[in-house]
C-alpha cells in the first residue's frame, strides 16, 4: 500500500516524506508548488503537481495508487495574512480538506493524519502545559479554519468505515539531521528560522518582539519541536491506524519551554556569531507561554523523542541554512 503526502514538498511535508522513505513505506505526493520545491522532495516518491481540491486528479491518484492513507499537510500556515485575508484561509485550510476528505471517503481510503495546529487553543489559561482537553478557542482565522477541518474529521470517522489522526503541532523547527531537507520557505517569520538568517548575515539582525511579558526574562515561551521528531509522530499514527487504534488528537510538542532570548542565545554560541537585536514592541496575537502537555501523543501513540535538545534543533537549522545559501536558494 501507499501513503499519499499532501503538500510532501513544503517544510515538514517534505521532512514526512524522507521518513517514510527511510521506513521502507511507497510514497505519493500531491503539491500544488505555491510555496514548496520540487528538489525538496525525495526521488523515491511519485510526485503529481496539482491542487488537493481538483476531484479530477485525486480520482486519478486513487486509481493509480493503492493507497490507504493520507497525510495532510497542504495548507496556508501565516496567522497575520489568515487576519487580512480570512476567507482564503477558510478556502485553501477548510474548503479544500472538505474536498480532500471527500475524495478519500468516496475512494474508500481508510486513514487520515492532519497536520494541526496548538494555534487551536487560542492563548492558554495559566502557566501550565497544555493538553488536548483544554478549551478550543483559536483567535485567529488561521486557527479557526483548522479546527473546523479536525471537526469535519470528527464527524466523518463518526460516520464512515474512516480513523484519523490529528496532531496539534507546537513550535516546528530545525531541519534533517542527514541535511536532506530543511525549511526553505522564503519570507518565513519563525524565530529560529530568522534568527538564523541573522547569524548567518542572511539579513541585517532581527527583533525580538515584546520583553515586558510576565516571565523570568520577559520574553515569550514557547515549545520547539525537531522536524523529525514530528515526522515520527505521524509514523507512529500511521501505524497505530492500520493496527486497529481508533480515531485521536494528540499535541506535538516536547513539554518544556524556551524564552526568546535563550533561543537567541543557543543560536549565538551553535553559530559562533553575534548578531544585532532590537528589543521592539509586542507582536500582536502573541500568547505568554505555549506548551504541550505530550502525555497523548507518548502513551497512545508510542512516540519518543529523539531530538528533545534545543542545540540539536538549532544546529541542524543553522546547517541547513548555511547549505541553502551556498546552493543560492534563500
Ligand atoms: N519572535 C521574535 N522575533 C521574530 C520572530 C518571532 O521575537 O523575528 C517571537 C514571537 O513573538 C514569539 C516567538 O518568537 O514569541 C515564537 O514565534 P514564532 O513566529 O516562531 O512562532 P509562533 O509561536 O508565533 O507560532
Known amino acids: 500500500m501507499a501513503v499519499l503526502v499532501t503538500g510532501g514538498a513544503g517544510y515538514i511535508g517534505s521532512h514526512m516524506v524522507w521518513a517514510l522513505v527511510d521506513a521502507g513505506e ?23 503537481e496539482g491542487d488537493i481540491a481538483d476531484a479530477a486528479l485525486l480520482a486519478q491518484i486513487f486509481a493509480e495508487n493503492r493507497i490507504d492513507a493520507i497525510i495532510h499537510f497542504a495548507g496556508s500556515i501565516v496567522v497575520p495574512e489568515s487576519v487580512a485575508d480570512p476567507l482564503s484561509y477558510y478556502e485553501n485550510n477548510t474548503v479544500k480538506s472538505r474536498a480532500l476528505i471527500a475524495a478519500a471517503v468516496a475512494a474508500k481510503v481508510p486513514h487520515f493524519v492532519f497536520s494541526s495546529t496548538a494555534a487551536v487553543y487560542g492563548t ?32 466523518t470517522a463518526a460516520a464512515h468505515d474512516f480513523t484519523y489522526t490529528a496532531l496539534r503541532y507546537f513550535n516546528v523547527a530545525g ?10 520557505t522564503k519570507g518565513a517569520t519563525h524565530l529560529i528560522k530568522v534568527a538564523c538568517e541573522a547569524a548567518l548575515g542572511k539579513r541585517t539582525g532581527m ?24 515526522a515520527n509522530a505521524h509514523l507512529k499514527a500511521l501505524q497505530r491506524m492500520r493496527a486497529g487504534g481508533g480515531s485521536i488528537v494528540a499535541n506535538c510538542g516536547y513539554g518544556r519551554g524556551f524564552s526568546v532570548l535563550e533561543v537567541l542565545e543557543k543560536v549565538r554560541v551553535a553559530s ?5 537585536v532590537r528589543f521592539a514592541e509586542r507582536r500582536p496575537g502573541d500568547a505568554v507561554l ?12 508510542g512516540w519518543t523523542p529523539e531530538h528533545d535538545d534545543l542545540s540539536f534543533i538549532v544546529r541542524t537549522a543553522l546547517d541547513w541554512e548555511d547549505h541553502l545559501g551556498r546552493r543560492n536558494q534563500i
Open 290 to 301: 505555549v506548551v504541550a502537555d505530550p502525555a497523548v501523543a507518548m502513551k497512545e501513540l
Open 124 to 155: 492558554p489559561d495559566g502557566t501550565e502545559p497544555v493538553s488536548e482537553t483544554a478549551a478550543l478557542r483559536p483567535e485567529s482565522p488561521y486557527g479557526s479554519s483548522k479546527l473546523m477541518t479536525e471537526i469535519m474529521l470528527r464527524d
Open 26 to 48: 511507497e510514497v505519493v505526493v500531491l503539491d500544488r508548488l505555491s510555496t514548496g520545491f520540487r528538489w525538496a522532495l525525495a526521488p523515491e516518491a511519485r510526485f503529481y
Open 207 to 230: 527583533e525580538v518582539y515584546g520583553t515586558d511579558y510576565p516571565t523570568p526574562d520577559g520574553t515569550c515561551i514557547r515549545d520547539y519541536i525537531h522536524v523529525s521528531d514530528l
Open 272 to 276: 559562533g556569531k553575534d548578531f544585532p
Open 175 to 184: 531541519a534533517d539531521p542527514r541535511g536532506r531537507t530543511g525549511q526553505s
